[in-house]
């Protein structure tokens, strides 16, 4: 089973929509987990940063952690065009980052 | 905001030729980081940096690849003989401190294309 899984599929949304994303780890020594946004030919940028079980919330994100379950969800409300990007999930343990592979959004206006 | 600049932004290269790609971390950051993606791929750990020298690397990070702070601003990574496969994006990040709970940032970027 592979470290990090995030269903790589592009997500197209209506403006206003709520985008619902996910990844799954098997690492149980993970104790950190993050959201990282990137734009085109850009470095990742932090967006949520999560550490124990429960919600998170910032503005329009929420980040979700289920440690029991080792899942990971992040939430946009009232998606915007400008939310358009690729979503890694990140998780560390130690001192390396583990990601997953991404997931393209698209929010059509 | 301070931030972590990386140059050049694009590096075209033969087979077989040496490549340094340069980072300026941001400036109190004391723990370097490089990372890289192969297109359609994850973002993957490289190596880690710190009091000049290596803390961590994976199994990427071959004898091929070696990194370097050669002064007081800049992180550098070089790749001895760049090979076909060592077409990516690589990411210089950097933080403050090595906790797992401390934040990583991370630069733009420089794509590597290898002919």
């Known amino acids: 089973q592979k470290e990090v899984e995030q269903d790589p599929g592009p997500l197209s949304v209506p403006e206003g929509a709520i985008v619902s994303l996910n990844c799954t780890y098997s690492n149980s020594a993970f104790q950190y987990f993050m959201w990282y946004r990137q734009y085109s030919r850009k470095g990742p940028e932090l967006l949520m940063y999560t550490y124990s079980s429960g919600n998170k919330e910032d503005g329009r994100f929420t980040a979700q952690v289920d440690k029991s379950s080792k899942y990971i969800s992040l939430f946009i409300r009232d998606s915007q065009p400008s939310d358009s990007a690729t979503y890694l999930c990140a998780m560390r343990g130690n001192n390396r980052l583990a990601f997953g592979k991404g997931n393209q959004v698209v929010v059509i206006p | 905001e301070p931030e972590v600049t990386q140059t050049p932004s694009h590096q075209v290269t033969q087979m077989g030729q040496e490549v340094i790609l340069r980072c300026v971390p941001i400036s109190n950051h004391l723990y370097f980081y490089w990372y890289r993606q192969i297109l359609g791929q994850k973002v993957e750990f490289l190596v880690s940096?710190?009091?000049?020298?290596?803390?961590?690397k994976s199994e990427i990070f071959d004898d091929q690849f070696s990194v370097e702070r050669p002064d007081g601003s800049n992180f550098t990574l070089k790749i001895r003989s760049t090979k076909l496969e060592d077409s990516a994006m690589y990411f210089c990040?950097?933080?403050?401190?090595?906790?797992?709970?401390?934040?990583?940032?991370f630069g733009s970027g420089t794509q590597l294309s290898v002919l």
């Open positions: 940096f710190y009091n000049n020298e290596i803390s961590e």
């Open positions: 990040a950097s933080s403050q401190q090595s906790a797992t709970n401390e934040k990583l940032f």
